[in-house]
């Protein structure tokens, strides 16, 4: 283990984990065997600067997974919510930014700069091009590839990867109404089946839906997009 780390309350180190720094976790925090997490960046840009890796409470980094530090060219740091499950083989690169309550499923890989947002599950295998951001409650199947951004609630899956309809069953399992559910259908339809340029279909949704709040984290999880909208 490295000297710069701190550790909160009732974390749980396995045998075989190895933690560098700079990182700072919070509590409840779990480690099991051949994690690494923490590490320098393979990116040919860092050069051993000060960067950091901040953890919040109650996430669980499974075998083999592994986490770096961030960048001095990016943010200088990687960020990790609260209650994540990092399964076995899992790669989080540098300057990745997790919100809370995610699953990355086997081998799952996360090029630099990534952004999940919140409640999002990742299939076996899922490949995320650098600098893509994924809306919460989004889904993807095993083996996707990833190379655009993500909707909040869009199920994606195939390779070549495409938009696989609304993640119904994951808003069922948070409790989303019928009506919630029923309203953000509407707006998966105007946005990916109507052949509306993306201003278009934002304005048609306005028109037509219940501008809950769901239905405006959807809107301005496609207005915040960098990379573009898988569509």
């Known amino acids: 283990m490295a000297q710069k780390f701190s550790l909160g309350e009732n974390c749980i180190l396995n045998s075989h984990v190895v933690i560098k720094g700079p990182s700072k976790f919070g509590s409840g925090n779990k480690f099991f065997p051949f994690c690494i997490v923490g590490e320098d960046t393979p990116d040919l840009k860092f050069k051993g600067e000060n ?3 901040e953890v919040g409470q109650n ?3 499974r075998e083999f997974s592994k986490v770096h530090r961030g960048t001095k060219a990016g943010i200088s740091s990687t ?3 609260n209650n994540n499950l990092i399964m076995p083989g899992v790669m ?5 930014i997790l919100g809370n309550n995610n699953v990355l499923v086997d ?3 996360l090029a630099g700069h990534v952004t999940l947002k919140d409640n999002i599950t990742l299939g076996g295998y899922t490949l995320v091009h650098q600098f893509c951001q994924l809306g919460s409650f989004s889904f993807s199947g095993m083996g996707s590839h990833i190379t655009m951004d993500i909707p909040a609630f869009i199920r994606v899956a195939g390779n070549p990867t495409k938009p696989a309809g609304l993640n119904s069953i ?3 399992r948070n409790a989303f109404t019928k009506n919630e559910i029923s309203n953000l259908k509407k707006a998966y339809k105007i946005f990916y089946r109507d052949s509306l340029r993306v201003e278009d279909a934002i304005q048609k949704i306005n028109n037509e839906c219940n501008l809950d709040e ?3 984290l959807f809107i301005e999880s496609i207005k915040s997009s960098s990379r573009g909208i898988l569509r």
Request: glycine residues 4%.
């Open 170 to 172: 994951a808003l069922e």
């Open 59 to 61: 996430n669980t980094f």
């Open 92 to 96: 989080i690169a540098h300057d990745c």
């Open 51 to 53: 960067t950091t890796l």
């Open 214 to 216: 769901h239905i405006e």
């Open 79 to 81: 960020k990790i919510g």
């Open 107 to 109: 081998n799952t890989a």
